[in-house]
């Protein structure tokens, strides 16, 4: 019976087997005929049951060999039980015999069919397995089918965007197609008008060059002219000169009265003029000391300028008063908070009672210095940016300013609005001064240039080309001397434009400032000192520093004392230090005023009062007194 039954359960498997089988191939038919799928899914899905089919045969190869090898043994068992059987009817042998091998006989085929029984176990258990297997592989089947739909939904969504997208690339192909014929046309548009813009601008250069001979050319001509002028005075002067030195003359310089000139006498328009300077007597001086011959000529040159920016009454060329010795500050008289913020420039009118601040709120404020006070006397507007330096003109009633709008104002001092602006540099106006001839002025700019500005046109008559930042610069009437970012001082002719002389520092030079009697150069350098170049010896320098001085920006101002005896600059630290110029050694330091880095101070002519300001809007006036 356990042969039959293992044999009826393969055969239930085979037959199972089978009937999946043909059952997928008789549903991929079916399937087949019923979908709209294209040809090649249909043929593709046959090949898998084939494939199918073919992989679970191959598994069950095995087991169709087993079983037909336990058929054998069971059929070898029916012949020996037969056999058996057989030999236990025979009449002829003994029982002991038949009993014993008998026995042996079914203690031997319960071995066997015990173990035949176990290969059963073990063969259904085998089938349970690989039945489980085919469920799995079934499942895996179906998913597979799922995503293969899906895919194919899928994969109709993606054909439909891909021609849209073709449709949609045709057309930019098209639009591509006419913005170049409308790029080639616009091209050659350009180089039409490129070609039209060349001639233009060399036709614009020609006609620039040919302004500006034209302006040299004037310029050459008025500098002849005022050669001529400066000739002829100093002819006049060395007579006069030569006159006064043969005669006895008592010198008082203090309270004066300047005589009319001829020309204003008979036309009746003589004024006294009640321009005191209060200054210290010249003790025990001789006729022909330097000074007194610079006094004598102070009063002998009473001219007029001609016409001018100024009135014919403003032309007349005041005399200036001296500063025999300058006072060494060494108490604060008075303290204010000059600006709404930081004070970038500060400067005395020549008679020492006036005094202009300027800063970065785009104002200057007058001050008249009385009683040891500074007193508000108006404000000057009209600048677009913060003031960077301010200037006097010698007599006192023009202020000449830099400004940070890139351009140098001009103003009267009965006049809040200036009287013009003189613009065209393309950086800010670092500083801007009158030459002697008061007609003149010259900007110093962090373009890099320098330019020479004629007043009564309010037009630039040249431009130098300095080389780097300008921070400061000094000028007389013939030569401009400018201190620059690249540890440079430069000396220029201003008839030529041409570079003279250079002096080469060890930091940047912030400012610059002229002896009284023009034989001495001092610059404020970022090396935290003072140098002062002998301009009458060739290298001759000397250096002031001091422990605790710091120059405190790129703008520092130094100056001389109006004797010409002493330097002073302001420090990062707030205090003011000020230097003996003949002995070198530092004079005094006064601290405490300031609370933040000082950047420009001032000295008055008469050199009673000096003036210090800085960054957090605070002026400071000193004395000795």
């Given at each position: 019976?356990?042969?039959c ?8 498997l085979?037959?199972?087997?089978a009937?999946e089988?043909?059952e997928s191939?008789?549903?991929?038919e ?12 249909k043929?593709?899905i046959?090949r898998q049951?084939n494939h199918r089919?073919r992989?679970?045969?191959?598994m069950?190869?095995?087991?169709i060999?087993?079983?037909?090898r336990?058929l054998?043994?069971?059929q070898?068992?029916?012949?020996i ?7 236990v009817?025979r009449p ?5 015999t038949?009993?014993?091998s008998?026995d042996i ?5 319960e071995?066997?069919?015990?173990d ?5 176990g ?9 039945q ?8 895996v089947?179906?998913?597979q ?7 194919k939904s899928?994969?109709?969504v ?18 591509n ?14 180089r039409?008008m490129?070609e039209?813009?060349?001639r ?16 040299e ?7 002849n002219k005022?050669?001529?002028?400066v ?16 005669r006895?003359?008592?010198?008082d310089?203090?309270?004066g009265n ?11 328009e003589f004024?006294e003029k ?8 010249i003790r ?10 610079d ?9 007029k300028?001609?016409?001018?920016v100024s009135s014919v009454e403003e032309?007349?060329y ?12 060494a ?7 000059a600006?709404e913020l930081?004070i970038?420039a500060?400067?005395?009118s020549p ?6 601040t ?5 104002v ?5 210095v ?5 007193i508000?006397r ?10 960077t330096s301010i ?19 001009f103003w009267?001092?009965d ?5 013009f ?12 001064k009158f ?6 002025v ?6 890099r240039?320098?330019?020479l ?5 309010a037009a ?8 780097s930042y300008?921070s400061?610069l000094?000028?007389s ?6 201190g ?11 008839r ?11 930091g940047?030079?912030?400012?610059l400032?002229?002896s009284p009697?023009h034989r001495q ?10 140098q ?16 605790g001085?710091?120059c405190?920006?790129?703008s520092?101002k130094?100056i001389?004392?109006?004797d ?6 302001g420090?990062?630290?707030g205090a003011?230090?000020i ?22 101070v001032?000295w008055s ?7 210090s300001?800085?960054k957090?809007r605070?002026?400071?006036l000193?004395?000795?007194?």
């Amino acid at each position: 019976e356990v042969p039959c039954t293992v044999g009826q359960c393969w055969l239930s498997l085979w037959t199972m087997a089978a009937s999946e089988t043909s059952e997928s191939a008789r549903a991929a038919e079916r399937l087949g005929p019923t979908t709209k799928t294209p040809e090649r899914w249909k043929r593709h899905i046959v090949r898998q049951l084939n494939h199918r089919d073919r992989s679970q045969k191959l598994m069950f190869q095995d087991v169709i060999g087993s079983y037909i090898r336990l058929l054998e043994k069971s059929q070898q068992r029916a012949q020996i039980t037969q056999g058996l059987l057989g030999s236990v009817m025979r009449p002829d042998m003994t029982k002991a015999t038949s009993a014993d091998s008998l026995d042996i006989m079914i203690t031997r085929h319960e071995h066997l069919v015990t173990d035949l029984k176990k290969t059963t176990g073990e063969l259904a258990y085998q089938v349970i397995e690989l039945q489980k297997k085919i469920q799995i592989r079934d499942s895996v089947l179906e998913e597979q089918h799922a995503r293969m739909f899906e895919l194919k939904s899928r994969l109709g969504v993606v054909e439909s965007d891909w021609s849209d997208l073709q449709c949609r690339v045709e057309e930019v192909q098209e639009g591509n197609s006419v913005l170049k014929q409308e790029y080639d046309t616009l091209l050659e548009q350009h180089r039409d008008m490129d070609e039209t813009f060349r001639r233009e601008k060399v036709q614009g250069s020609e006609l620039l060059e040919d302004i500006i001979k034209g302006k040299e050319l004037a310029a050459a001509q008025m500098n002849n002219k005022n050669e001529k002028r400066v000739r002829a005075r100093e002819a006049t002067l060395k007579k006069e000169l030569e006159t006064a030195v043969k005669r006895k003359v008592n010198i008082d310089v203090g309270f004066g009265n300047l005589m009319p000139t001829k020309a204003a006498a008979e036309k009746g328009e003589f004024r006294e003029k009640t321009d005191r300077r209060p200054t210290r007597s010249i003790r025990s001086a001789s006729v022909t000391s330097p000074r007194i011959l610079d006094s004598i000529k102070e009063l002998f040159e009473i001219r007029k300028r001609g016409s001018s920016v100024s009135s014919v009454e403003e032309d007349l060329y005041l005399p200036a008063g001296v500063c025999v010795v300058a006072r060494v500050p060494a108490r604060a008289l008075h303290i204010l908070d000059a600006h709404e913020l930081g004070i970038n420039a500060v400067k005395f009118s020549p008679n020492s009672k006036l005094l202009a601040t300027g800063g970065t709120d785009r104002v200057i404020k007058l001050w008249d210095v009385r009683a040891g006070r500074l007193i508000s006397r108006g404000t000057l507007e009209g600048s677009n940016g913060g003031i960077t330096s301010i200037e006097f003109d010698p007599t006192g009633t023009k202020i000449l300013a830099a400004s940070y709008d890139k351009s140098a104002l001009f103003w009267k001092l009965d006049e809040c609005a200036p009287k013009f602006t003189l613009t065209g540099h393309s950086r800010k106006v670092t500083a801007a001064k009158f030459k002697c001839s008061l007609r003149h002025v010259v900007t110093g700019s962090a373009d890099r240039t320098v330019k020479l500005w004629d007043l009564q046109r309010a037009a630039c008559t040249r431009t130098i080309d300095v080389l780097s930042y300008c921070s400061d610069l000094v000028c007389s009437e013939y030569f401009v001397v400018s201190g620059h970012f690249d540890k440079k001082i430069r000396f220029w002719d201003s008839r030529s434009s041409s570079c003279t002389k250079e002096e080469t520092l060890l930091g940047k030079v912030t400012s610059l400032d002229m002896s009284p009697d023009h034989r001495q150069l001092l610059s404020c350098v970022r090396d935290e000192c003072l140098q002062v170049i002998d301009l009458r010896m060739s290298n001759a320098r000397s250096s002031f520093r001091a422990d605790g001085f710091k120059c405190g920006s790129d703008s520092s101002k130094a100056i001389f004392s109006p004797d010409g005896n002493y330097v002073a600059a302001g420090s990062a630290d707030g205090a003011v230090y000020i230097w003996n110029v003949n002995s070198g050694n530092l004079e005094t330091c006064l601290p405490g005023m300031h609370c933040s880095s000082i950047d420009a101070v001032s000295w008055s002519l008469s050199g009673e009062f000096f003036v210090s300001v800085d960054k957090s809007r605070r002026a400071v006036l000193w004395s000795d007194i």
